[in-house]
């Protein structure tokens, strides 16, 4: 069973992505399984929560968000 946790959003945006098959065939899998868990989960649902856990556990990603934020704020 994935440990992956879905929410159910709102007011969603499109956006378009090309991915390798070997990735898109595996996401596939992943969707299946996430539905197995979470039966109104659908393939958007799926990849923002798996974006949000990237995102989340990323050190540099939020190392990186923070000197951005510091810089913002020092301003002009």
């Given amino acids: ?3 992956l ?11 378009r992505v090309k991915l390798s098959k070997e990735v898109s065939d595996e ?9 197995e868990k ?7 649902l799926v ?8 995102f989340r556990k990323d050190k ?4 990186w968000l923070k000197s951005r934020d510091a810089q913002n704020q020092d301003g002009p």
Wanted: glycine residues 2%; positive net charge.
């Fill in 47 to 54: 990849l923002e929560a798996i974006l949000k856990n990237h």
């Fill in 38 to 44: 979470t039966p109104r989960a659908d393939e958007s």
């Fill in 60 to 63: 540099g990603f939020r190392n």
């Fill in 5 to 15: 946790q879905i929410q159910v959003k709102s007011e969603p945006v499109t956006r």
């Fill in 27 to 35: 996401f596939d899998f992943y969707v299946k399984a996430a539905t």
């Fill in 1 to 3: 069973m994935i440990t």
